[in-house]
């Protein structure tokens, strides 16, 4: 019997009663599901699994992906993506050491985005006796029901573009931006142009039905939404800006504070993420992130 403690006020659930090292009954999986898809995000503490474990339960969602950052997957795993500031003997990164710095859904700019990611907390970094590295997400369901019914209307229908490219760029000047303040240096590979044309911009409706629960959301982030679709660009520009600040009024968010061995699912078509880079080396941060692939913006 699993325990279900709701922690936001829209977003943010613990589930307490399972070890995920243990085989999973059809009807304990039934009712994670569900606890998972009611909260958007749910979290597992101390927990001791191994890659392979994690692939094996988040595969029962459905397919994984394989990351286009090739150089970030774990060996041997190549569903597993490393999300972590170390670096090996000869000082290059082993994982993503910049997953995030904008509020974004994984894979949104896919034309099939992630349905659901999952992050296992390996290290986290402390300081001080302070755990850092929080994430922040925030409920696009709640940030949509809550809108004026005259913006409601306004959005029905449009839609906008999720473009890969367009974040490479933006994060790419913000890591400038940061080196050049003083912060600290991210070591990012250059993607091939064979690679980037693999994720060629797609188009996705603002708002979206999600497959699962039928509730609508707002399916629009910072990181990957380059334009409005019918829009001049700077008009788009506004309209996307003023509905990202809406998403990330506190009321929606819940902030996830780390444990090492916290399993931790989000909800990509019900929630927006976003990493904060408040540690450092010494302070050593490890993450395996598994992603499920989802269908077809609709
Ligand atoms: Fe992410």
Not at 277 to 291: H, I, K, N, S, V
Request: aromatic share 8%; glycine share 6%; proline share 4%.
């Amino acid at each position: 019997m699993i325990t279900v403690t709701r922690i936001g006020k829209h977003i943010g659930a613990e589930i307490s009663g399972v070890d995920l090292t243990q085989p999973l009954s059809d009807d304990t999986f039934a009712e994670i599901a569900k606890a998972f898809f009611d909260n958007e995000v749910v979290f597992f503490r101390n927990q001791k699994i191994t890659p392979a474990q994690q692939v094996a339960f988040t595969k029962r969602f459905g397919i994984l992906e394989q990351h286009v950052r090739k150089e970030s997957r774990l060996p041997g795993f190549p569903e597993i993506l490393v999300v972590s500031n170390l670096v090996d003997h000869y000082g290059n990164a082993i994982g993503a050491q910049d997953a995030g710095r904008f509020w974004h859904s994984d894979l949104s700019y896919k034309k099939e985005p992630s349905l659901l990611s999952a992050l296992y907390a390996v290290e986290v970094p402390v300081k001080d006796g302070k755990v850092l590295g929080d994430t922040n997400f925030t409920s696009t369901t709640a940030a949509y029901d809550a809108l004026p019914e005259a913006m409601k209307q306004r959005l029905q229908g449009l839609k906008n573009v999720h473009s890969y490219r367009y974040y490479r760029n933006k994060n790419a000047l913000a890591q400038k931006e940061d080196a050049a303040r003083g912060g600290r240096v991210v070591q990012e590979h250059a993607l091939t142009e064979e690679q980037l044309k693999s994720v060629p911009d797609v188009e996705a409706p603002i708002v979206r039905t999600h497959p699962v629960t039928k509730r609508k959301g707002l399916f629009i982030n910072e990181a990957h939404t380059s334009a409005i679709v019918g829009l001049p660009q700077a008009e788009g520009d506004v309209l996307r800006n003023e509905i990202c600040q809406h998403i990330i009024k506190p009321e929606f968010q819940y902030r996830h504070s780390w444990q090492a061995g916290d399993l931790l699912l989000w909800d990509n078509c019900a929630a927006l993420h976003k990493a904060n880079f408040d540690y450092d080396l010494p302070q050593r941060r490890l993450m395996y992130r598994t992603t499920v692939r989802g269908s077809v913006a609709v």
